[in-house]
Every structure is written in structure tokens, then in C-alpha cells.
């Protein structure tokens, strides 16, 4: 599992950005996926989750309403649709897998066991 972010960048607030998630490996159609943040000075947050198939998916309440997960397993991509940007969602960006099929609330990482590298996006007041 090789995960690489991308998308990010500058935007006002109430623009939008788009993240994509590339896995360069042969089994990111079987694995559950989600986005994390990660603020300077903060711990990293939960932001989405979906699983294997797409037929489930789940939001911090933060970005609810704004913030869309998808997946294209024929393009092994994952993405993150960020509208009505605020200042507050500024952050560095993760993308994460799991090994299995679905995501766990149980846990605080949503039981992700892959970490790409993150995607600074910077929303500006």
C-alpha cells in the first residue's frame, strides 16, 4: 500500500478544493479508506471514512454538509470534496487505508493501518 495525496493548495474562504488519493498498490478495492487533518499545534483529526465499496461512509461533524468522501476503485483514487471553506479547516491533509473492508468507529483512527504522505490545504479569511 502506497498512498500519495494531492490537491491541495490555497483557497478563500467559502471556495473549494478537491484531494485525491492515489494507491499505487493491487488491493485498494478491498480495503476501507479515510482523510485526516492535521493542524499546526493540534493532534491529527478524523474527517471521513468510507468503505470498500463505497456503500458507507462516515463524517466528523465538523465538515458535515461541506465535505463529500468518494472513491473510484478503477482508478484505485480516493477523494475529498471540501466546499464552503473555512479558516478553521486549514490543515495538512491525510489520506489513510485500512486492511480490511471497513472503517471502525471504535477507534480514534477509524482503524486506518496505511498513512500517506499529506497535502497542505490553506484556507485564507
Known amino acids: 500500500v502506497q498512498l500519495q495525496a494531492s490537491g491541495g493548495g490555497l483557497v478563500q474562504t467559502g471556495g473549494s478544493l478537491r484531494l485525491s488519493c492515489a494507491d499505487s498498490?493491487?488491493?485498494?478495492?478491498?480495503?476501507?479508506m479515510g482523510w485526516f487533518r492535521q493542524a499546526p499545534g493540534k493532534e491529527r483529526d478524523f474527517v471521513a471514512a468510507?468503505?470498500?465499496?463505497?456503500?458507507?461512509?462516515v463524517y466528523a461533524d465538523s465538515v458535515k454538509g461541506r465535505f463529500t468522501i468518494s472513491r473510484d476503485n478503477a482508478k484505485n483514487t480516493m477523494y475529498l470534496q471540501m466546499n464552503s471553506l473555512k479558516p478553521e479547516d486549514t490543515a495538512v491533509y491525510y489520506c489513510?487505508?485500512?486492511?480490511?473492508?471497513?472503517?471502525?468507529?471504535?477507534?480514534?483512527?477509524?482503524?486506518?493501518?496505511?498513512w500517506g504522505k499529506g497535502t497542505q490545504v490553506t484556507v485564507s479569511s
Open positions: 468510507i468503505t470498500w465499496s463505497g456503500g458507507s461512509t
Open positions: 498498490g493491487r488491493t485498494f478495492g478491498s480495503r476501507a
Open positions: 489513510a487505508a485500512s486492511k480490511v473492508q471497513y472503517y471502525s468507529v471504535t477507534y480514534r483512527d477509524y482503524g486506518m493501518d496505511y
